[in-house]
């Protein structure tokens, strides 16, 4: 009996969204699929980093309470 991996809905989401980024940089040469996507993720980068700044922030703060 062969078993066969489970795949998760978020995998195979996963899956479906890189090859939707592919087709739309596939043309491009490789220096502008950097820039392209670099210009896509920016936005969650900076996201990220807000988030992060926030929670240190909040670490520094508690550590100051007596």
């Known amino acids: 009996m062969k078993l066969e991996p489970a795949i998760s809905a978020a ?3 996963v899956w479906a969204w890189k090859e ?3 087709e739309v940089i596939k043309h491009l ?3 502008e ?5 670099q ?6 980068a900076n996201e990220i980093r807000v988030i992060i700044a926030a929670r ?3 670490e520094v703060a508690a550590a100051s309470r007596p």
């Open 33 to 37: 699929w950097l820039a392209a996507i």
């Open 29 to 31: 040469p490789p220096e």
């Open 20 to 22: 939707r980024a592919y």
């Open 11 to 13: 995998q195979t989401e």
């Open 56 to 58: 240190e922030a909040a």
């Open 39 to 44: 210009r896509q993720t920016r936005p969650l």
